[in-house]
């Protein structure tokens, strides 16, 4: 589902954008404030993209791995996976059920992490052949409200 906005915020965003600003005021290519909160557990990281006043995207994730076999085409290389949830309350365009926007993002997030090789996943072996680390990376939006899909670098930094 598309966000519906009525014709005045149409033109109040337009006007905003003649004027390279952004709804809130700040220049279009100002930086938003990134502040991490890291949990008492190493794993889990709780992040905010803006300020008080203005919040933009927070997000929490948790990063876990087990060992496991390795698959049979990659049998020298570690395994990575990602959950991306996108709750309702995050946002009011975001449904119940509706996996087309999960199954986007968590593509546009694997392919940033795995095409430019982050993370070398042959170290990730343990012993050749039988054993290798599986990495888990759970990304749970609790709010969205604007570019959600730049700010997924900030996760696979301070993984890698």
């Given amino acids: 589902m598309e966000v519906s906005i009525t014709k005045c915020e149409e033109k109040l965003i337009n006007a905003t954008l003649e004027e390279n600003l952004r709804l809130y005021g700040k220049k ?3 930086a938003r404030k990134l502040i991490l909160h890291f949990r008492s557990s190493w794993k889990i990281m709780f992040s905010i993209v803006g300020t008080k006043e203005r919040t933009i995207v927070k ?3 948790n990063v ?3 060992i496991q076999q ?3 085409s990659r049998l ?11 709750n309702p309350l995050a946002a009011t365009h975001f449904e119940v059920g509706r996996q087309s926007e999960i ?3 968590t593509k546009q997030l694997e392919r940033c992490f ?3 090789r982050c993370l070398d996943m042959e170290s990730l072996r343990i012993v050749a052949n039988n054993k290798l680390w599986n990495i888990r990376v759970d990304i749970n ?3 969205h409200d604007g570019n959600l899909v730049d700010w997924r670098w900030c996760y696979y930094v301070l993984i890698c």
């Fill in 76 to 86: 020298s290389e570690g395994l990575s996976s990602m959950n991306v949830e996108l």
């Fill in 70 to 72: 390795p698959k049979l």
């Fill in 141 to 143: 939006v609790i709010n």
């Fill in 103 to 105: 199954i986007a993002l």
């Fill in 114 to 116: 795995k095409d430019p």
């Fill in 28 to 30: 279009l290519n100002k």
């Fill in 64 to 66: 876990s791995c087990d």
């Fill in 59 to 61: 997000v929490m994730a």
